[in-house]
């Protein structure tokens, strides 16, 4: 039986990406309007329609967030180098913000990340005298960083990501050969969602992962869910970051990539869609720009409509709002400008946004 979200309110978590069926025509909306229709009414009772914000764009941009999403993440501010920089010591504040604006608007909330390798503080890892920390040592601070986390949004963050890109396909195991792994070992998985479990057995709790459409990384995660599922370890679902390109994956590769782990039982989520207008780590247009977001549209269109077809599909969120904030322009070549979001760099829709918009059932 298809899961939505148990005791949260709204529909389900879910950015949605755009249905268009050719070159969409973006009708001319003034600078300081907030565009209208509404992504997040069009697509109520369908899909919960996301955004990964901050606690700056929540104030710059809180009437575009509110008006066309319904759901929120916090791009950085849940991440443990974040909540608890030193042991003990956490902070929540811009946490905090972020779901105080979420509740205000009547927004869902996930929450990103309880373990992420690339995020983790150096103390985790300090034991006593200079010594590296032990396994039992490790396991004990993941606890209380989790209960703390966890328990202090109880019954306001519906969702968490609790492990974030573990999976390594050219490892035997598929796990990641990270501190986490030579530390603890294989069932430090296992640990992060029994723990969060406990914290909140109402959140629903998944595995976020990229790549996830590719042969070798998708077995790979499948033998590793399978095995948490084996050893009744509490996952509910698979997030699926989606940082795409206009040039791939095929639509059909994300909708078997859906369907095979629907078939677990699991309920699936767009996490972080984005959609560049370039190859990866190629800094070549290979078309007009004009016919790149064109193209955007049309992908958008063609992704949202397969996604109908999944109920399992219960979020997608956007990783960014507008084209100005996206994680793809930092640390690019000047000439570097692309163009991922629904939203131009002046907050204005795009033609993917039309696309989006077209997409949802009326």
């Known amino acids: 039986m298809h899961k939505r979200l148990r005791g949260f309110g709204l529909a389900s978590t ?37 955004a990964a914000v901050d606690e700056k764009n929540i104030q710059s941009q ?45 927004m869902a909330i996930r929450g990103h990340t309880l373990l992420w390798h690339l995020h983790t503080p150096d103390w985790m890892w300090q034991g006593k005298n200079g010594q590296p920390a032990d396994r039992d040592l490790v396991l004990a601070r993941l606890k209380r960083h989790i209960d703390a986390e966890v328990g202090h949004y109880k019954g306001q963050v519906y969702a968490w990501d609790v492990v974030n890109e573990v999976i390594d ?29 406990a914290a909140d057995p109402a959140a629903r709790l998944f595995i976020n992962e990229y790549s996830t459409t590719e042969t070798a990384k998708q077995r790979c995660l499948l033998r590793v869910i399978q095995g948490l599922q084996e050893r009744g370890v509490p996952v509910n679902g698979i997030g ?11 639509v059909e590769d994300i909708d078997q990539t859906l369907t095979a ?10 996490t ?19 016919n790149l977001l064109a193209l955007q549209a049309r992908r ?4 949202m409509r397969m996604i109908h077809n999944h109920p399992d599909v219960t979020a997608a969120t956007w990783w960014g709002v507008t084209d100005a904030g996206t994680w793809l322009n930092q640390d690019a070549p000047a000439d570097h400008n692309d163009q991922p979001l629904l939203f131009d760099a002046q907050g204005q829709p795009k033609g993917a946004f039309w696309a989006v918009f077209k997409a949802a059932r009326r």
């Not at 782990?261 to 767009?270: D, K, M, T, Y």
């Open 261 to 270: 782990f629907a078939r677990l039982g699991l309920e699936n989520q767009i």
């Open 169 to 197: 396909e050219k490892q035997p195991d598929c796990l990641r050969n990270d501190k986490w792994h030579q530390v603890v070992g294989l069932d430090y998985v296992d640990y992060a969602f029994r723990y969060a479990h």
């Open 272 to 290: 972080e869609i984005d959609m560049s207008l370039y190859k990866w780590k190629d800094n070549h247009l290979y078309d007009t720009r004009d």
């Open 62 to 106: 809180g009437t575009l967030i509110a008006d066309q999403f319904s759901s929120v993440v916090a791009e950085n501010a849940m991440k443990p180098m974040a909540t608890e920089p030193r042991e003990g010591e956490f902070h929540f504040e811009a946490a905090d913000a972020i779901v105080r604006f979420a509740q205000s608007h009547n």
């Open 300 to 303: 958008y269109g063609d992704i």
């Open 240 to 250: 699926h970051q989606m940082h795409i390109s206009v040039f791939y994956p095929r």
């Open 14 to 50: 879910i950015i949605i990406l755009g249905a268009c069926t050719g070159t969409p025509v973006t009708p001319h909306v003034a600078a300081s309007a907030v565009p209208t229709p509404s992504l997040a009414k069009a697509w109520q009772g369908q899909v919960l329609i996301g």
